[in-house]
């Protein structure tokens, strides 16, 4: 797998691994190219992550502000995922903004809205006009769910949320938007429900889904679970995470979108996955050595005979871990394809 630029330099990601910010200046991913043809976009789930900000960590000196972050990631990596979207549905103007301020190549991958996929959001988190138009019956609960609201009420956080990608979306550079459902949703007619309001309400725009509970993926029913993706044309997001537990998917390499395909790597912390930490990043404190990387190779090349794009997302984005192990990974790829 070749982008056509120089090799790899494999002393870069061993530069990384001994001082958090040596090699960062030379550390550059393009978008691969696969043998098949398909596209390759590797990133982090992160670019403001605070344990990933601190100084001499990633960004050079001087680098400080939201938008030379943006930028100075941007020049590194063509692809990031978004996550303070699950939290708070985005403004508008925050869609032009990240357009402005990344190269025309950069895509974002956004991560859904808790309230999109049947997880509670903060009340105090939603925007004035839906905090008053909330019953108030509920209006006083710190912690609402989508039963919780009417009707008309969520039909707007879904209209709003989708409205401020609007412009990412005219640039060209909405990848896709990630449907995380809980591990309390479960295979059964009502989740499938779900899922299928999930695709009315979305339309025509590009989606992917990644399950938390292992039932999904099980040997009697991972083919309705696939099916049901395919038939509402979301993309199966594989995963790389944890196993023995009731939340462990397990790493199943399979394209349910011809266009896309997206895997998304958490680290192995099995100790912290479920349970509560003190911070969220201490979940996903995991730092994949280039062995654990390369037993992905093979499924890698799998999804790529069907898929048009790949995007490898790394969400172990504590301090330099995620940066790291993406710039691994471009350089094992580049080394198949030689």
Same mark, same amino acid.
């Given at each position: 797998?070749?982008?056509?630029?120089?090799?790899?330099?494999?002393?870069?990601?061993?530069?990384?691994?001994?001082?958090?910010?040596?090699?960062?200046?030379?550390?550059?991913?393009?978008?691969?190219?696969?043998?098949?043809?398909?596209?390759?976009?590797?990133?982090?789930?992160?670019?403001?992550?605070?344990?990933?900000?601190?100084?001499?960590?990633?960004?050079?000196?001087?680098?400080?502000?939201?938008?030379?972050?943006?930028?100075?990631?941007?020049?590194?990596?063509?692809?990031?995922?978004?996550?303070?979207?699950?939290?708070?549905?985005?403004?508008?103007?925050?869609?032009?903004?990240?357009?402005?301020?990344?190269?025309?190549?950069?895509?974002?991958?956004?991560?859904?809205?808790?309230?999109?996929?049947?997880?509670?959001?903060?009340?105090?988190?939603?925007?004035?006009?839906?905090? !008053?138009?909330?019953? #108030? @019956? %509920?209006?006083?609960?710190? +912690?609402?769910?989508?039963?919780?609201?009417?009707? =008309?009420?969520?039909?707007?956080?879904?209209?709003?949320?989708?409205?401020?990608?609007?412009?990412?979306?005219?640039?060209?550079?909405?990848?896709?938007?990630?449907?995380?459902?809980?591990?309390?949703?479960?295979?059964?007619?009502?989740?499938?429900?779900?899922?299928?309001?999930?695709?009315?309400?979305?339309?025509?725009?590009?989606?992917?889904?990644?399950?938390?509970?292992?039932?999904?993926?099980?040997?009697?029913?991972?083919?309705?679970?696939?099916?049901?993706?395919?038939?509402?044309?979301?993309?199966?997001?594989?995963?790389?995470?944890?196993?023995?537990?009731?939340?462990?998917?397990?790493?199943?390499?399979?394209?349910?979108?011809?266009?896309?395909?997206?895997?998304?790597?958490?680290?192995?912390?099995?100790?912290?996955? !479920?349970?509560?930490? #003190? @911070? %969220?990043?201490?979940?996903? +404190?995991?730092?994949?050595?280039?062995?654990?990387? =390369?037993?992905?190779?093979?499924?890698?090349?799998?999804?790529?005979?069907?898929?048009?794009?790949?995007?490898?997302?790394?969400?172990?984005?504590?301090?330099?871990?995620?940066?790291?192990?993406?710039?691994?990974?471009?350089?094992?790829?580049?080394?198949?394809?030689?």
């Amino acid at each position: 797998m070749s982008d056509g630029s120089a090799a790899h330099d494999p002393g870069v990601a061993e530069a990384l691994r001994r001082s958090p910010a040596a090699g960062t200046e030379a550390l550059e991913v393009p978008v691969l190219r696969t043998e098949s043809g398909a596209r390759l976009r590797i990133g982090t789930a992160s670019w403001t992550d605070p344990t990933m900000v601190a100084p001499g960590v990633f960004y050079p000196d001087g680098v400080a502000t939201p938008e030379a972050r943006l930028r100075y990631y941007a020049s590194r990596f063509p692809l990031v995922e978004v996550d303070s979207t699950y939290y708070a549905i985005p403004a508008r103007r925050m869609g032009v903004i990240w357009a402005e301020r990344t190269p025309e190549h950069f895509v974002f991958d956004i991560k859904a809205h808790a309230l999109m996929t049947g997880q509670p959001t903060e009340t105090s988190r939603l925007p004035k006009a839906m905090r !008053e138009a909330l019953p #108030a @019956a %509920v209006r006083h609960k710190s +912690r609402l769910y989508a039963k919780d609201l009417p009707p =008309a009420v969520l039909d707007e956080a879904w209209a709003m949320f989708l409205d401020a990608l609007e412009p990412l979306r005219a640039a060209g550079k909405l990848g896709a938007i990630l449907l995380q459902y809980p591990r309390w949703v479960r295979p059964s007619r009502a989740s499938a429900a779900l899922v299928e309001d999930a695709r009315r309400r979305l339309g025509d725009r590009t989606a992917a889904v990644e399950f938390r509970h292992r039932d999904w993926l099980a040997a009697d029913t991972r083919a309705r679970t696939l099916a049901l993706l395919e038939h509402n044309g979301f993309a199966y997001v594989c995963v790389d995470e944890p196993q023995g537990l009731d939340s462990s998917v397990p790493p199943v390499a399979a394209v349910t979108n011809r266009a896309l395909s997206i895997v998304r790597f958490h680290g192995w912390r099995v100790e912290f996955w !479920e349970g509560s930490v #003190a @911070a %969220v990043s201490e979940r996903f +404190r995991y730092l994949y050595d280039t062995g654990q990387l =390369a037993e992905w190779m093979p499924r890698i090349t799998a999804l790529a005979e069907r898929a048009e794009e790949i995007h490898l997302v790394f969400n172990n984005c504590y301090a330099n871990y995620g940066t790291t192990n993406a710039a691994e990974m471009a350089g094992l790829l580049r080394t198949v394809g030689r």
